[in-house]
């Protein structure tokens, strides 16, 4: 079974400044998604971005990228310039390939605020 | 948006009832997924389908089921509800493996 973990229950930053979440997880597999979602105040899933465990390139969106380090299991997500509706619960999440087990394992999820 | 529609949006019951929650995927997704948000569990896979047949159940409780149907619209029935179940409940689709898109959830509330 996978576990994922995220050691950071609350965390704040200054608006415009930069903030690293951490995530780390467990598995047997060798094939697998790794993602972050976001859970803004109006309780939407909203998919901030995926990586995929056989590339080796870190996963970027505009502000938000990850750190993944296969070896040591570890999927951070940095926000760059953070603003005010970055504010948000962010939730980790792993998925194998493997078929019919499709499903996200979440961790227990950070909650971030930005401060004006 | 994400392109998976839930309906009801809140849902106020009481113990021992039964609901039922309709999801509507992405255009052209074949699979669905239920997922449980609650205080003390966290998010938890329930069950999924992938064109009409389920393909994977999770800590889905006997009291619980699901469908699929031909059009791929997804049903969640709840019955004899306990007041544990009160939760926010979440549809997402794909097109197959890969990112999972979510509806906005429909949250129930068993008194």
């Known amino acids: 079974a996978q576990t994922v973990t995220q050691s950071q229950p609350e965390m704040s930053v200054q608006e415009a400044e930069t903030v690293t979440l951490s995530c780390t997880y467990d598995t047997s597999e060798n094939n697998y998604y790794l993602f972050w979602y976001k859970q803004p105040p109006s309780r939407q899933m909203i998919l901030v971005i995926r990586?995929?465990?056989?590339?080796?390139q870190n996963a970027t969106e505009n502000r938000f990228s990850v750190n993944f380090q296969k070896a040591a299991k570890s999927f951070s997500l940095k926000i760059s310039d953070s603003q005010l509706g970055d504010t948000a619960m962010y939730f980790c999440a792993f998925m194998t390939r493997r078929f019919g087990n499709e499903k996200l394992t979440f961790g227990t999820g950070t909650r971030l605020t930005i401060i004006p | 948006d994400s392109g998976v529609t839930q309906t009801p949006k809140h849902l106020i019951t009481a113990t021992g009832q039964r609901v039922t929650l309709r999801c509507s995927p992405r255009?052209?997704?074949?699979?669905v997924y239920w997922y449980q948000q609650s205080l003390d569990q966290g998010l938890q896979f329930l069950i999924q389908?992938?064109?009409?047949?389920?393909?994977a159940k999770g800590n889905i409780l006997e009291r619980f089921s699901a469908q699929q149907f031909p059009d791929l619209h997804s049903e969640l029935n709840l019955s004899s509800l306990e007041l544990g179940d009160s939760a926010l409940y979440f549809c997402?689709?794909?097109?197959?493996?890969?990112?999972?898109?979510f509806g906005p959830g429909t949250r129930l509330t068993v008194l």
């Open positions: 255009s052209g997704d074949l699979s």
């Open positions: 997402a689709s794909s097109v197959g493996e890969g990112e999972q898109f």
């Open positions: 990586q995929e465990a056989y590339k080796q």
């Open positions: 389908y992938y064109n009409g047949e389920e393909r």
